[in-house]
């Protein structure tokens, strides 16, 4: 069974208050179906982005089902995750933009051959239920008197992606003005927008589907001229002790035989 660090099993219970293109990819490898779960008593850590929890947990319990592997989960942002994969205290790394795997296989981190691209992740502006400030276009998250909730840009992937849409959009100093707080984790920006704190945040689309922000916001999408559309990868890191389980770990998420799970979460996944 899973083990979720303390830090997330916070965040899931603040949701639950709250309310409740792509590059190639490997061939997939379906779960064992061997009765005598092939890796039976065998153990890695994956570190994720706290964004992909939903999927990830679905995920990771039907591997476990099948396999007999347990699989213990370290959710993040992408910036605190690379720390665990630097301090070799996970097995598999999943950031929430290719950006951080590309700085893991510049430094030798993860094994370049292991890394499979799972969905696309893609930006998109998140209102309060009735869109209370009339959130339009990107340029009105620097109209005067607007309150935002942002990603951290030292934290998150949604943090940095953030900052570059608004740079590139001439519009980021006026942004600036308007934060009234900046989040270490995409999962806090829905919290923000489902309680009505905040008149909009940027997150990613596929939170949209979740069941805590379900009548509590709206979608105003970014221009794709606009908009930083990412691609969520997976990678084996070169510290594992277990090869063997951590590649077939990481090749069923990036499979088949997962795309319909990340269909279900909202994620659009890459072409199998």
Known sequence: MKKVCAFIIIIVLALSLAGSGCAEKGASTPVSENPEKA???????????????????????NFEKETGADIEIRYGGSAEIFGFLTSKECDIFIPGDYYYT???????????????????????????????????????????????????????????????ICTQAGILSAVEKNIIVKTATVNQLLIYIASGEVDAAIIWEDMTSWGEASGKLEIV????????????PTAVSIYTEDRELAEAFNTYIAGKEAKETWKKWGFEPCDA
């Open 221 to 232: 999408s970014i221009p794709e001229e606009q908009n930083k559309i990412k691609t969520i």
């Open 39 to 61: 890796f039976e008593g065998r153990q890695v850590t994956v570190c994720a982005g706290a964004g992909l929890i939903k999927p990830m947990n679905e995920l990771i319990e």
């Open 102 to 164: 590309e700085q893991a296989m510049d430094r030798n981190y993860v094994f370049n051959e292991s890394v499979e691209n799972l969905t696309l992740h893609i930006p998109v502006i998140a209102v309060p239920a009735g869109n209370p400030a009339n959130i339009s276009r990107l340029e009105d998250l620097a109209g005067p008197g607007v309150k935002l909730a942002l990603g951290d840009p030292n934290g998150p992937a949604i943090g940095k992606v953030s900052e570059v």
